[in-house]
């Protein structure tokens, strides 16, 4: 049968029955080519799930941006996930106290590379109005931060809103290799 498909008259020059051998549309119409870093990057971007670490109020919200109404499933994050291991994106939402902030770094640290972090809202990102001794100044004094999300509390649009500004980030991210062979250097 794939016979027939390049077929062509006799009357057509040997160049013209050359190209229509060489292009089969039924083969080739299902076939995109791109580089692998950039289908690994397009994979990781759609396929995030996320660590809830719900501190205080802004937790509200993020239980919000899951719901029917605003629905991060369009995304591809709605795989809320209580196992560190499980997780590649750690979204901080609330107040970071001293006496949460390690068990924060903890769950930080089980979850598996590469990850990302989101710090939503104004005590996540930087202690919000807790100018206070029991209150971390800001996630990143801890923890790497990818996406800063503002407000007191962000809307869950702007949460949405962060997450595609991290999927943007992983879209451009080095290469797999690259990746590899820096942690090897290291070592
Ligand atoms: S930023 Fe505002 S809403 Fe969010 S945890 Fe802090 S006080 Fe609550």
């Given amino acids: 049968m794939a016979q027939e498909n390049v077929l062509t008259p006799s009357s057509e020059s040997a160049e013209t029955q050359l190209q229509h051998a060489a ?5 080739e ?15 990781r971007k759609n396929s995030l799930w996320p660590m809830p670490m719900g501190l205080a109020c802004c937790a509200i919200e ?13 995304f591809g ?4 996930r209580f196992s560190p291991r499980q997780a590649d994106v750690m979204i901080v939402a609330g ?15 089980q979850m598996p590379e590469p990850k990302w972090c989101i710090a939503m809202g104004a005590c996540a990102s930087s202690g919000g109005m807790y100018r206070s001794y029991a209150v971390l100044q800001g996630i990143d004094n801890l923890i790497p931060v990818d996406v800063y999300v503002s407000g007191c509390p962000p809307r869950p649009e702007a949460l949405l809103e962060g997450l595609i500004k991290l999927q943007k980030k992983i879209e ?16």
Avoid: C, P
Avoid at 29 to 43: E, K, L
Avoid at 62 to 71: E, H, K, P, T, Y
Avoid at 77 to 80: D, K, L
């Fill in 95 to 109: 107040t970071v106290t001293y006496k949460m902030a390690l068990a924060v770094k903890r769950i930080w640290d």
């Fill in 29 to 43: 119409g299902n076939i995109i080519f791109t580089q692998v870093d950039t289908a690994i990057n397009w994979m």
């Fill in 62 to 74: 993020l239980m919000g941006s899951a719901s029917s109404r605003f629905d991060i499933s369009r």
């Fill in 23 to 27: 292009y089969d549309s039924k083969v």
């Fill in 77 to 80: 994050a709605e795989v809320m």
């Fill in 172 to 187: 451009e991210e080095e290469s797999a290799l690259a990746h590899f062979q820096a942690k090897e250097k290291a070592v």
